[in-house]
């Protein structure tokens, strides 16, 4: 396993208080799925599970894909076109998952240096798009830590629709 970069660190950081931050708000429990690490030798198909309180217990009732970017509005706007981009394999895989559980797939996108996110559907339980979105071939990172290029096809959500969410100071 490769060592992980203090930016690494700190996205998953930002990540793990998103999460809290959005359970608290929404009295929900999102529990995130298993990294790569010593103990797992391969990354979850999606980052978390959203479950909610129902008088049985808890119920699943979504899963998610989080990231953690380091971009301002401007960035967003100008040179992402208020887009994030994803892999289509990636949100191919969740939508299946979605379809196949009967619970709807949702994003999470957030800012590190603005301590901020925003959270919403992406596919429903029927794992139907719910959101504007379109495909490119494009080349991107390898991964984060800028090992290489790698050409694939990727998706592009509108995110300016949803609602940017600040994060509580700790």
């Not at 990231?67 to 939508?95: M, N, P, Y």
């Not at 991107?140 to 995110?159: V, Y």
């Amino acid at each position: 396993m490769q060592h992980e970069s203090r930016k690494s660190k700190l996205a998953k950081a930002v990540i793990d208080r998103c999460l809290v931050d959005y359970s608290a708000e929404n009295r929900l429990v999102l529990a995130q799925t298993p990294s790569k690490s010593a103990n797992f030798k391969h990354q979850a198909a999606y980052d978390a599970v959203v479950m909610e309180f129902h008088s049985m217990g808890l119920r699943v009732s979504g899963i998610v894909e989080a990231k953690a970017r380091w971009f301002t509005d401007e960035v967003l706007e100008e040179q992402w076109g208020g887009e994030w981009l994803l892999s289509k394999k990636k949100i191919d895989r969740c939508r299946h998952i979605a379809k196949e559980t009967c619970v709807p797939f949702f994003g999470l996108l957030a800012s590190v240096p603005m301590e901020c996110y925003w959270f919403f559907e992406i596919a429903d339980a029927s794992g139907k798009i719910t959101v504007p979105i379109h495909y490119d071939q494009t080349e991107t990172q390898q991964n984060t830590e800028g090992d290489g290029l790698k050409s694939e096809l990727n998706a592009f959500i509108k995110i300016n629709p949803y609602e940017k969410i600040l994060l509580e100071n700790d």
